[in-house]
């Protein structure tokens, strides 16, 4: 099958990259690295020529709820309309578990980027995934300031960003109809901050992790994911044991 993945750069798109072609599958690297930029449309019809399968696993330079939007909605058109004159069949997009439940920032542009995909012409299967072991150093890279670490108020259960990919090529290839939304989590509740402690003490690195409540942020705080969604026997024990050599 021949897949293109937008973000084949990315903490998660280069794991679903490696994964399709593993299993013998033509992948389409889709990236402004790659030479195709999804905002321009600079590229695409080029790229997308001969696609079956658009995963779009891209994301932009800012966190913050406007741009943000600005990025998945542009994303999301360009990608559908580049995908029609392709004759795509299907995508598969990469959003965040309980994001239904988020009331502002980036969660509300994901839920955008989830809705743009929805009204679009081309069928689509959204992946709702937990956040990515590969997040905790994203956390505190943005976080540090000179000594300090400033991680926010946040419990979920994160999950290796290899078993998300598995998920998503399974969805990707799958010629049934699955549920339109799939969920994705680890196997147990994380403190982020706790984590974040947890590597900077492995990695030697000078800092210390100090939790912040950001008032502006009305998902400050709260639980995202209290349960496990993994419902395969599979990706569970997957999980488990990515969570176990993440954390050794
Ligand atoms: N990180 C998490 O914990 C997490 C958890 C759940 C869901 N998600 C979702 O998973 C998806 C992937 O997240 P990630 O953390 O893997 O992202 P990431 O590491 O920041 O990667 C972003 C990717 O998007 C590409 N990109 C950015 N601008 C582009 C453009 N104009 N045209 C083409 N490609 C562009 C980047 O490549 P270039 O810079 O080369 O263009 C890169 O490959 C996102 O939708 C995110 O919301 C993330």
Same mark, same amino acid.
């Not at 505190?140 to 400033?150: E, I, K, N, S």
């Not at 690195?205 to 998902?219: F, Y």
């Given at each position: ?11 998660? =798109? ?14 389409? *690297? ?18 997308? $020529? ?15 709820q406007?741009?943000?939007? #600005? &990025? &998945?909605?542009?994303?999301a058109? $360009?990608?559908q ?21 988020s009331?502002?920032?980036?969660g509300? *542009?994901k839920?955008?980027? #989830? ?10 299967r959204?992946v709702r995934?937990?956040?990515?072991? #590969? &997040?905790?150093a ?19 259960q ?27 989590? =680890?196997?147990?509740e994380?403190?982020?901050? #706790? ?9 030697g ?31 569970l ?12």
């Amino acid at each position: 099958m021949k897949i293109a993945v937008a973000g084949a750069t990315g903490r998660l =798109g280069r794991h679903v990259s490696e994964v399709l072609a593993e299993r013998g599958h033509q992948v389409v *690297a889709i990236s402004r690295a790659t030479g195709t930029d999804i905002i321009t449309g600079a590229g695409l019809d080029a790229a997308l $020529n001969g696609v079956q399968v658009i995963i779009d696993a891209a994301t932009g330079p800012s966190p913050d709820q406007q741009p943000a939007t #600005e &990025f &998945f909605v542009t994303a999301a058109h $360009n990608l559908q309309e580049a995908g029609v004159r392709a004759g795509v069949r299907r995508a598969v997009v990469i959003s965040i578990i309980n994001i239904d439940k988020s009331a502002g920032g980036y969660g509300l *542009a994901k839920i955008a980027h #989830e809705d743009a995909w929805r009204s679009g012409p081309i069928p689509v299967r959204i992946v709702r995934a937990a956040q990515f072991h #590969e &997040f905790v150093a994203q956390l505190l890279q943005w976080g540090t300031q000179g000594d300090v670490a400033y991680i926010p108020e946040m419990r979920t259960q994160i999950v290796s960003a290899r078993t998300v990919a598995e998920v998503v090529a399974d969805i990707a290839t799958s010629e049934d109809d699955p549920a339109q939304i799939v969920e994705i989590a =680890g196997p147990r509740e994380e403190d982020l901050a #706790e984590l974040a402690t947890m590597l900077v003490a492995r990695r030697g690195t000078p800092v210390k992790v100090q939790v912040v409540r950001d008032p502006a942020d009305p998902d400050a705080g709260r639980t995202l994911v209290r349960w496990a969604f993994c419902k395969q026997d599979a990706v569970l024990r997957d999980a488990i044991a990515r969570l176990a050599s993440w954390a050794a």
